[in-house]
């Protein structure tokens, strides 16, 4: 051996230490039997023992799955609509309790429970958790570290503010060697809060952040938090902002996320086409619903977007005019929603097409395949805004206070025979607003029975009854011509002395007066 033997004394002192330790342990089982097995106990029995349900003959279950539902089949804690006894979460002796069931969650939904506060969650290998419609006002630092796995998290329809949502509630794990973010959160949705700005680290430790919904939080203005924090997600592929009182949005800040694809602005305040989009180089999804913008013509048209296929226009109060060139720059664009706006009366004929850059002088237009333009104030539509109509999918132009004349001859004789093909249960409430001699008449009608539609004359009254009126002056004029004859012959014979001359004296003087010698000059 290399080490140095010890000494014959130290044996004996080691074992005169273990004969008094065991008589000391003795006597305190003597004198505290009770504690000593407490003791003993508590050093051996799980924290998530008290959690634990044990049932004879079947397996143990969590006190959890009294109140909410344990499904074993799709991995789903569901405690939806049960009111907590506590307002504030579970605490992760009693989330543990559920593995030691033997019942492993994916999903873990705890909507409209009453929740105001939510605690750290213990390790679990959770990818959906659903916070939504509960009072939240508070969430604990690092909640969510151990949830590795965590890929979509609802906290929408709560109480939290601008103070109270700060980055350290999204900290992953931190080493010297190493930084471990949440990396598979995919998913956040934090709309319909108290929020008015974001800090502008909020979302420092979602590098894999690809959704974020904001909706139903009155922030009136993005700020430079708000912007920084947005405008640094590279990985954004679907952004929510409606319903948040926007008058603007600023113009970089859909520079930075270039795989942005999804994009509702629906419900704010904006009267122009964001110039912002300049940057949304690939989006394919934008909804500008319910905002008040007034005209899209040259100077606010659309800018290039070679990706966009689905653009929102619907319920605008204030839009009246689609100009020249407003949607030249969507060359992708397969559905156009542009409906129910009250005060629409004008699209011009060029809206869609550009110029060929290839060949100028050839006009090309978008594949677009489904248009609505149902109850609008539309009273004419060029054959030339688009050309493919025949291929297209949906053609919906029911209630619009059609005008029906030559103008929209082709409506009649071409469109309504497509329509009536592809989409016949939209067939209904195509009518003829005017002239006032063809309002209410059915367009479908017209078209079935084959009726040419005239032109307005210069006092804009449509002349399909001129046909008829000519009959009838013709009638008249004949009928006229023998008894005019008839008459003249009566007078020139005197009627059998009716009408004989009488001669100067059977005129009374009354009816001579003198001139005056003013009157001869």
């Not at 000593?36 to 998530?48: D, G, H, L, Q, V």
């Not at 013709?474 to 004859?485: M, Y």
Request: aromatic share 8%; net charge negative.
């Amino acid at each position: 051996m290399s080490g140095v033997r010890p000494k014959r004394w130290v044996y004996f002192a080691l074992v005169l230490v273990a004969l008094h330790s065991r008589s000391i342990s003795a006597g305190e089982e003597t004198n505290e039997p009770q504690a000593t097995t407490e003791a003993a106990a508590n050093a051996t029995t799980p924290a998530w023992m008290p959690y634990l349900e044990v049932q004879e003959g079947s397996s143990n279950s969590s006190v959890l799955c009294k109140n909410c539902t344990c499904n074993a089949s799709n991995a789903t804690f569901d405690c939806t609509n049960v009111k907590l006894e506590s307002t504030t979460s579970f605490p992760p002796e009693a989330w543990l309790s559920l593995n030691a069931s033997g019942f492993v969650p994916k999903t873990i939904l705890l909507k409209a429970t009453g929740l105001r506060q939510v605690v750290r969650f213990p390790p679990m290998n959770v990818t959906l958790l659903d916070l939504s419609y509960n009072e939240i006002q508070n969430i604990e630092a690092q909640c969510f570290i151990d949830l590795a796995q965590l890929e979509v998290l609802d906290l929408s329809h709560n109480l939290l503010t601008t103070d109270s949502l700060v980055p350290e509630i999204f900290d992953g794990h931190f080493s010297p060697s190493a930084y471990e973010p949440m990396e598979h959160l995919r998913v956040l949705r934090l709309g319909a809060n108290k929020l008015h700005s974001l800090n502008s680290d909020l979302f420092e430790h979602l590098p894999a952040l690809e959704v974020l919904s904001l909706e139903l939080n009155q922030f009136k203005v993005i700020d430079s938090q708000t912007d920084t924090a947005i405008s640094g997600i590279s990985t954004l592929v679907s952004l929510d902002l409606s319903y948040m009182e926007l008058e603007e949005i600023p113009k970089f800040l859909l520079h930075t996320p270039r795989g942005l694809r999804y994009l509702n602005l629906t419900g704010n305040l904006l009267k122009e086409v964001p110039p912002a989009l300049t940057y949304a180089v690939g989006l394919n999804w934008l909804s500008l619903d319910e905002n008040p913008i007034e005209t899209i013509v040259a100077g606010n048209e659309f800018p290039v977007m070679k990706n966009l296929t689905y653009l929102g226009l619907s319920y605008m109060p204030a839009l009246k005019v689609i100009g020249r060139g407003a949607f030249r720059g969507l060359e992708s664009l397969q559905e156009l929603y542009l409906a129910n706006n009250p005060h629409l009366g004008y699209l011009h004929a060029e809206a869609f097409s550009r110029n060929d850059t290839d060949n100028p002088e050839r006009l090309i237009w978008p594949p677009v395949r489904r248009l609505y333009l149902h109850n609008n104030d539309l009273k004419y539509l060029d054959a030339q805004l688009l050309v493919q109509w025949d291929a297209m999918e949906v053609i919906d132009i029911r209630v619009n206070p059609w005008a029906c004349d030559c103008a929209n001859r082709w409506v009649v004789s071409t469109l309504l025979p497509i329509v009536e093909r592809i989409t016949p249960t939209i067939l209904n409430n195509i009518v003829c607003s005017s002239p006032p001699q063809m309002a209410g008449a059915s367009m479908i009608d017209l078209e079935h029975h084959h009726t040419k539609l005239r032109c307005l004359d210069t006092a804009g009254n449509n002349p399909s009854n001129d046909g008829a009126l000519l009959v009838g002056l013709l009638i008249g004029v004949l009928a006229a011509a023998p008894l005019t004859a008839g008459l003249w012959c009566i007078y020139k014979r005197g009627c059998f002395g009716l009408f004989r001359d009488k001669g100067p004296a059977g005129y009374s003087r009354a009816f001579y007066s003198r001139t005056t010698l003013n009157e001869e000059f």
